[in-house]
């Protein structure tokens, strides 16, 4: 407080601008730690000294200056309490805050706008709370004028900043400010500016939005601005205007539907229009938001419209077009040919339109449903997987009945089909059927079937084993619907009875049909255990499914039988079945069950049997009695010590998991000293194959350790759990490290001490490993690493420095496997040390990094190397090099040097990127609002106000271009029509080609020439930057002069091609010149097959001649005396590449491209091949 006052005063008496600066930034530095009551109290006082200050600084005082006044205005305004805000003086206060909101200084204007959003949005301390803030006329009032006043005028800067402030206020203002202000809002949009409209459209979409209130924007008001917006749709073609109107209309439908959904309803149809209109551009961004605006439309309007739908269709008199007709009519028009571009799209959208009206409107979807069904069957049609998706989401919606009313399978339409138009339906049902009448299925579905399979056999009996085959997939297919059927099913109670005898008897005589009805049960059963009716209902039938389905598992076990056992598919799936059947079935029954399993395991003598009653314990020991689970407790612990019998060893190890895992808690915890017991004697007798079963089972019992036997049950079994993290199998380690992990918080719920306590005490433990074998020391190793890094914030810095000391010690053993688990745990240790602490051991550690034999050096080089990057990357290239001995400075040469080169790669990727989308990185800020880059037209970046357009009032570079489309036979543009806007573009249109009026053809030597043009970038003008930066998904003003160096001499390059194309005579189609084998064409020329892709200059071919002369060709060359020295020269360099040298005469090297005639860079004038690029005589004929 004293600070305060002293600062105030010292103000006063300032006048010094600089001082004055100091002694405001002090001010907003502690002015918000100022309580509120003497904010209060010393407002009238305060707001004088800073508005008063402010206006003999508003020419000479800094930005610094204004932004501190800025604040502490706002910090004062925020504390007043409503009755002061009445008062004129604090009125005035405000206006001078608002006046700064549109000031050309980015900065201060930032502040200023933060400022009184702050201010409009703080809760008011007065008891009676007011619904809007006192100072919303005076902000409405300001804007209003602000853009009254720029909407008659060139300079549209202030009303620029006015609608980015209004973007997160207007929301908050009373509905007649509000309305006056979308009055003002929309007539800016009149003017045709680009930028203009774009940050207008900001403004609106930040008013839906917000979702406000009634009072702020009611549904009438809402229904207007609605309205009002067709009158500014854009041109299908033009991006980024069509992505923001369409966000501003998504965003007001979603707020009109949570507001009045009948309203909503009546302009769901105009607005689905609209979109459709979008999907028609030739721009693929548009249409991808026109889908994507579609989509969310429905999800998000559907729910409260469909309800108004469905009444008014209920209603209406017959043949009457309600809204939901209109509205599925406009879907239905997707599947239209001229959308064929959009297909995918409209498919998408369909799809969603029936998932969302499907259940309550399929009376409208007939005609849709039969039309989308028949382009599945047309010739070559791309998106059938698309289709596939929207019918599955109608199936879902709709359910199988209506949808099959209309569009019937007509499987049995003629006797003996060959031919099944529809059938590709069965498969697309198979995924969506859920949620419907099980009664269906016994009706209709399953009759069906049985037709179709009487028909495969009667085919099979007429010798037609190809048709019957057809009859056989199908009815197949229709029986793997049945899994669907029982999901959810919404009429179990009462039809569970007459399938359930179906199910038994299917069961019985066809094994075809068991993984199918396993399934299904399954299904089934889980619904059950949502409902208790349902639970009772099927628990009833539990005395006829489970003897069924026990002698399915058991079939076959007899030696004489074994043709009549199931697969191992199907017996996994009728175990899986009785395990949830059992969930269901009467305690009694399961026990009657468990107690004949746990009889015969103790008679029987055969393993194939022994096993199979193992799997089915195994099965019913989830939903056991208690009785239960102590017999197969008894016969579980006989096996796990029996080491003879590998497959029951594992068995019984699941057995005994599934007891603790499940309703066996309460048993195995009363037994938890026996099976710690039994599992310490068995460890040295356990096979590989119960390794597994094994570890999940001492988890489960680590976790149940409480008492001070838990720690001689952890040492006990630890070099086991160590050893189990450097097993083969990637879900065995995975398990040891799980065991690895459980046992060091058991550590600390027996030990009762801290979590840093209890991790040194078990690392302690772990280091007992490092004494063993080699391949002992390696798994405890990784074991120490994985603790460091899980409990890397409770190891103690102590302990680390223990681990440092031992590094050197682990680096120099003769063993690959040490080292390489060394390097694991120096990788973590990098990471997790501090810095300051790792520092005094970085000489020795990268002297013994180094320091290896060459065998191990050359093995884990390349881990070397990763370990070198981490240490540079954190302690830097000068601190690691300082200790790197002088024969291994190349390794940190080339570390530093593939390091920079990444980075500049990088650099250079995200440089490309940004120029390539022609938009700036965004601050962490602008990050947050995912729809600024739909309303971005001249500032990439979100922050359209902080540019100083003041500066650059008349370049024309600040300003984005904007176009007029008109069509050579359309009327001119009537400016006054309402609709004009559409043809305002903000991306330059694509020129049509004049038709020449001039005569097409040439005659040149009597031949009549036709000029037949390219298709590609020949044909095709080059962009200037200008064009550039207008093309689709670049609204960048600045893109248009970057990153256009390489692709100019690119397309010089071209040019170049293409003078040699020019001229050539011949025609189109069949008629056109076609080059002949073994010859170049006309368009290429000599040279050319050497020219780089993606660089440039030429480049050497494998098996062909170099692209260049190897002697520079000179006249020394002629002179006799010196004959035989030039003929050895050019004969070594011929025979280099495989061709013999020939004298004589006057000839030149094929050499690369250029421009020249003759040999190559040296050549000149001669009688060879080749374009080259100098001068000179003689050569190399090859």
Not at 57 to 72: D, E, I, L, N
Not at 786 to 792: A, C, D, N, S, T
Not at 968 to 997: C, F, N, W, Y
């Amino acid at each position: 407080m004293e600070y305060f006052a002293a600062l105030m005063t010292a103000m006063e008496n300032t006048t010094d601008s600089e001082s004055l600066a100091a002694v405001a930034y002090l001010i907003s530095l502690i002015i918000e730690k100022v309580p509120e009551g003497i904010l209060r109290a010393k407002f009238s006082m305060a707001s004088k000294v800073f508005v008063t200050t402010a206006s003999q600084q508003s020419k000479s005082g800094t930005s610094a200056f204004h932004r501190a006044v800025v604040r502490c205005l706002g910090v004062l305004l925020r504390a007043q309490e409503p009755a002061v805000w009445s008062s004129s003086s604090t009125q005035s206060v405000f206006r001078s805050l608002l006046m700064y909101t549109a000031d050309s200084r980015p900065k201060v204007r930032k502040g200023a706008q933060e400022w009184v959003v702050k201010i409009m949005t703080h809760p008011l301390s007065d008891i009676s709370q007011p619904p809007f803030h006192p100072g919303c006329s005076s902000l409405a009032k300001f804007c209003s004028q602000v853009l009254e006043e720029s909407r008659g005028t060139s300079d549209s800067t202030p009303s620029l900043h006015i609608l980015r402030l209004l973007r997160d206020l207007i929301g908050h203002l009373p509905i007649q400010s509000v309305k006056n202000l979308c009055e003002n809002v929309l007539r800016l949009m009149t003017v045709g500016d680009t930028i203009t409209t774009s940050v207008c459209m900001r403004a609106l979409h930040g008013l839906f939005a917000a979702s406000p209130k009634a009072a702020t924007l009611s549904a009438e008001l809402c229904g207007q601005l609605i309205t009002s917006l067709y009158d500014y749709q854009p041109h299908v073609n033009d991006v980024q205007p069509c992505l923001a109107w369409l966000a501003v209309l998504q965003a007001a439908h979603i707020h009109l539907g949570q507001l009045d959904a009948r309203l909503c309803t009546g302009h769901l149809q105009r607005v689905c229009a609209a979109a459709y209109q979008f999907l028609l551009s030739e721009k693929d961004l548009v249409r991808q938001g026109a889908a994507e605006f579609l989509v969310l439309l429905l999800r998000q309007c559907g729910s409260a419209c469909v309800p108004v739908m469905a009444s008014q269709l209920s209603t209406a008199p017959s043949g009457t077009a309600t809204q939901a007709h209109r509205l599925f009519r406009c879907f239905e028009a997707g599947l239209q040919h001229r959308y064929h571009a959009a297909w995918d799209l409209t498919l998408q959208v369909l799809g969603v339109a029936f998932e969302v009206l499907g259940k309550d409107l399929h009376a409208v979807m007939s005609k849709g449903i039969r039309s989308l069904c028949d382009h599945y069957n047309t010739p070559n049609f791309p998106y059938k997987k698309q289709l596939q998706a929207a019918v599955s989401a109608a199936v879902t919606a709709m359910g199988p009945r209506i949808f099959l009313k209309a569009v019937p399978l007509n499987l049995e339409e003629r006797e003996l089909m060959t031919e099944f138009p529809r059938a590709w339906l069965l498969p697309v049902f198979k995924n969506a059927i859920k949620n419907t009448e099980l009664d269906y299925f016994t009706s209709y579905f399953m009759p069906l079937a049985l037709r179709l399979r009487a028909t495969a056999a009667k085919l099979v009996a007429a010798s037609k084993p190809l048709e019957a085959t057809l009859y056989t997939t199908l009815q197949s297919q229709i029986w793997d619907l049945l899994p669907g059927f029982c999901t959810n099913a919404t009429d179990l109670v009462t039809s569970f009875r007459a399938v359930a005898r179906l199910l038994g008897t299917a069961l019985k005589e066809r094994d075809d049909l068991i993984p199918m009805i396993c399934t299904s049960l399954r299904h089934i059963i889980d619904t059950a255990n949502d409902s208790n009716d349902v639970k009772a209902e099927v628990g009833t039938f539990a005395k006829n499914f489970m003897p069924i389905l026990f002698g399915l598992a058991t079939r076959g076990l007899k030696e004489n039988d074994a043709e009549k056992a199931l697969t191992e598919t199907h017996r996994q799936a009728v175990l899986d079945c009785i395990r949830s059947y059992s969930s269901v079935a009467p305690a009694k029954l399961v026990s009657t069950f468990g107690e004949q399993i746990c009889q015969k395991l103790n008679q029987e003598d055969a393993a194939r049997t022994k096993q199979a009653l193992m799997d089915l314990a195994i099965s019913l020991a989830s939903h056991a009695p208690q009785p239960v689970i102590a017999g197969f407790f008894t016969v579980g612990v006989a096996h796990i010590q029996n080491a003879l019998n590998s497959s029951m060893q594992k068995k019984a190890y699941q057995l005994l998991e599934v007891m603790c895992g499940a309703g066996g808690e309460a048993f195995v915890s009363s037994q938890l000293t026996t099976i710690q017991e039994q599992l310490q004697q068995a460890q040295s007798i356990t096979s590989a194959a119960a390794k597994r079963p094994r570890l999940k089972c001492i988890r489960h019992i680590t976790g149940k350790l409480t008492s001070s036997s838990g720690k001689q049950f952890i040492s006990a079994l630890l070099p086991e759990i160590i050893l189990s993290t450097k097993e083969v199998n990637e879900k065995t380690r995975t398990l040891g490290y799980g065991a690895l992990l459980q046992m060091a918080h058991a550590i600390q719920t027996v030990s009762g001490t801290s979590l840093e306590e209890s991790t040194e005490e078990f690392l302690v433990l772990l280091a007992g490993g490092l004494a063993g074998s080699p391949h002992m020391t390696s798994a405890t190793v990784n074991a120490i690493a994985k603790l460091v890094i899980q409990f890397r914030d409770h190891v103690q810095s102590s302990l680390l420095e223990k681990l440092l000391d031992l590094l050197p010690t682990l680096l120099m053993s003769r063993h690959r496997e040490v080292v390489k688990s060394t390097l694991i745990l120096v990788k973590v240790l990098i990471g997790v040390v501090d810095k300051n602490q790792l520092r005094e051991h970085l000489q020795t550690l990268i002297v013994t990094l180094l320091g290896w034999s060459t065998e191990s050096q050359n093995h884990f080089r390349l881990k070397a190397k990763i370990v070198f990057e981490r240490l540079i990357r954190k302690f830097g290239y000068p601190d690691v090099a300082r200790y790197v001995p002088a024969k291994h400075a190349k390794l940190i040469t080339n570390i530093r040097k593939t390091t920079e080169r990444a980075k500049r790669k990088k650099a250079e990727k995200r440089d490309a990127y940004l120029e390539g989308s022609g938009s700036k990185r965004k601050s962490k800020k602008d990050e947050d609002d995912s729809d600024d880059g739909l309303f971005s037209s001249d500032e990439s970046d979100g922050e359209a106000m902080d540019i100083d357009y003041s500066k650059h009032q008349s370049g024309a570079s600040t300003r984005r271009k904007a176009w007029i489309k008109e069509g050579g036979d359309e009327d001119p543009l009537d400016l006054l029509d309402p609709s004009s806007s559409r043809k305002v573009l903000a991306t330059k249109p694509h020129q049509q080609r004049q038709q020449s009026t001039e005569s097409a053809f040439e005659v040149r030597d009597g031949k009549l020439l036709i000029d037949d043009e390219d298709e590609g970038e020949a044909s095709t003008p080059h962009k200037s930057g200008d064009d550039m930066a207008m093309d689709e998904g670049d609204t960048s003003p600045w893109s248009a002069s970057k990153g256009t160096k390489r692709r100019r001499n690119r397309d010089d390059d071209d040019d170049d091609d293409m003078d040699d194309i020019k001229g050539v005579t011949g025609g189109g189609g069949i008629h056109r010149r076609m080059p002949k084998k073994g010859k170049e064409s006309p368009g290429k020329t000599t040279g050319t097959e050497y020219k780089a892709k993606k660089a440039g200059g030429d480049i050497k071919k494998h098996g062909k001649h170099d692209p260049y002369a190897y002697m520079p060709l000179s006249f020394n060359m002629l002179n006799r005396r010196k004959s035989a020295k030039a003929k050895s020269s050019f004969k070594n360099a011929a025979a280099s590449h495989g061709a013999p040298p020939q004298s004589g005469g006057r000839s030149s090297s094929s050499g690369g491209r250029g421009r020249g005639r003759g040999g190559s860079r040296g050549g000149g004038r001669g009688r060879g091949g080749g374009r080259g690029r100098g001068g000179g005589r003689g050569g190399v004929r090859r």
